[in-house]
């Protein structure tokens, strides 16, 4: 175990390593409460009312979805120590935020920072957009009562920088859509935020994922809003858009493809480039350099491809804390076209989907010049950098999860199949669920049993590390391109994990079927293949498996045993439900062929 850290460790690069040292030694030995000073609350309106012309396109709404599930009031002042879930009290108080530990004082630390992301500030803003004068005053209400009750780098909603810069871009957006002169307490409570964000960049970057992304954009933001305010002002912009650029090249690669593997992430990180270069826009400052640009559109065109048309939903693949960055439209959280249709507006100049619908809010309420040129949608799509393969034929597409890990995988997924006829959501992902809801949770959510794909010997395909960290990072061999003909797809790949257990499957895309050709090898006592299907009513007739919209066939020269057993998925973060799963258990090595036909 101490020689896969090691090599694990080393993957994660050895900057990043000496960057999270230097960073723990100063929280360590006392360098936190210097550095991150207490502040007293801010007195005052945050807010000054203009007076705006009503929007019809909004609908007032008495509520915001918290995690995209979780209805809350937008009518009484929330507990902002409390669970956005059930009201349990955060026990850190009002400790220095370096002392407040991630894990450990009261369960999950998300459900007490989901209210101070400042959802609803835009929600309240949008209230008074469309009509109702009362929000705004609650608008200036909660944002004094949250200043009151979260002192600056006191409390547990002050630990994470990321969290910080998702409340300056809410803020700073809600100043635009009110047409703000910005007010004494509001400079105020931004640049009490850009003091907690910019001196832990380096912690940021340091972890290759979206904190750095969000950060950087925080600090480029609200440096913009700020000139002319704040001496450090230019000093912010420069690092925010420094980092900006710097994080877009490394961490989106030229497959467009990002570098937490995550569908959920993937439109966090979109949504904050989206937005960096909406204010970029609109305070005047220079563009971007062109490897953002080309970078961006690669992301936008990557999602886009992903998305299902119809209901805006995709692959629910890797990691999902419950972000929705940019809440400006009514359609639901698992609808992802807003993003796309805004990217595809400041990134290509485009139209991702046609006709009306919520997700062209965003594009209206920003102003933004309308497009008449069509993206175009990829038939299949080859991301070869990240891992995924996409096939399409007719109404169906596939999705194919194949290990190439640049960055640290966050789940065992490898060889996971997706499987999409019209909008439903046929072979299914389990999600993650929650980063902290026990052992057995964190276990089953980032294993091998909450995807489509094959466990030898009851164990993982790669070992733990830590809580958020594998080792043995899992490399396939994988075909250079999708094989087309006219009846169909396919692509193939293999794997072979650290203890010689070797997988390699074939699917292949047809007229209403699904082939799927596995080859296991390298196993001690058996391997067990998991279909995670649509929930309905499933029965299993010799080696058939019928259903209410699928009939799964396997062959195999060897005995197979299959079963259906309960299993769980987890659409949203922190909710899980039961679904149906079909185990196909094979205890001698033999070549499996899946059918699924609807």
Known sequence: MKLQKIKTLVKLGIPNLLRVVLYRSALKFGGAKALFKSREPIAGSFFTKQTLPIIEALDYKDSFSAFGWHEVSLNEIPDWHASVLDGGKHNAGLTHWSDIPDFGLAGDIKLYWELSRFDWVIHHALNYLSGDEASFNKLNQWLSDWSEKNPCNLGVNWKCGQEASIRVIHLTLAALLLKQELSDSFVKLLTQHLERISPSMMYAVAQDNNHGTSEAAALFV????????????????????????????????????????????????????????????????????????????????????LVEPISGDVPNLGANDGARLIPLSSAPYRDYRPTVQLAANLFYGALAFEGEGDYNLPIMLLSLPSCRERLDLSHEKLSKEGGFALLRHGNSKVFFRFPRFRFRPSQCDAMHVDLWV?????????????????????????????????????????????????????????????????????????????????????????????????????????????????????????????????????????????????????????????????????????????????
């Open 222 to 305: 609200g440096g913009c809003f700020l000139r002319g305010k704040d001496s450090r002002a230019q000093k912010w912009l420069n690092k925010g858009r420094y980092w900006l650029e710097n994080r877009t090249n490394r961490l989106i690669l030229e497959d467009g493809s990002f570098s937490q593997y995550s569908t959920n992430y993937h439109r966090l990180m979109l949504d904050t480039l989206s937005y960096c270069e909406y204010i970029r826009r609109h305070f005047g400052q220079p563009d971007f350099s062109s490897s953002f640009y080309k970078k961006a559109r690669k992301a936008t065109s990557w999602l886009f491809d």
């Open 422 to 598: 019209n909008e439903k959501n046929i072979l299914r992902d389990g999600g993650s669920y929650s980063y902290n809801a026990g052992e057995q949770w964190l276990e089953y959510f980032q294993g091998v049993a909450s995807h489509n794909t094959a466990q030898f010997d009851d164990r993982e395909q790669m070992p733990k590390i830590s809580r958020f960290l594998f080792g043995e990072w899992l490399t396939a061999i994988s075909k250079d391109e999708i094989h087309s003909e006219k009846d169909g797809s396919s692509y193939s790949a293999c794997y072979t994990d650290y203890l010689g257990g070797r997988h390699c499957r074939q699917v292949t895309l047809k007229d209403a079927v699904l082939e799927v050709k596995d080859q296991p090898s390298g196993f001690k006592d058996k391997v067990v293949f998991r279909w995670r299907l649509l929930p309905g009513k499933y029965s299993i007739q010799g080696n058939h498996v019928i259903g209410e919209q699928v009939v799964i066939n396997v062959d195999s020269d060897e005995p197979v045993l299959l079963r259906i057993v309960d299993g769980w998925e987890s659409r949203f973060y922190y909710q899980k439900k039961q679904l149906p799963v079909l185990e196909v258990e094979l205890q001698k090595q033999s070549s499996v062929l899946t059918t699924i036909q609807w």
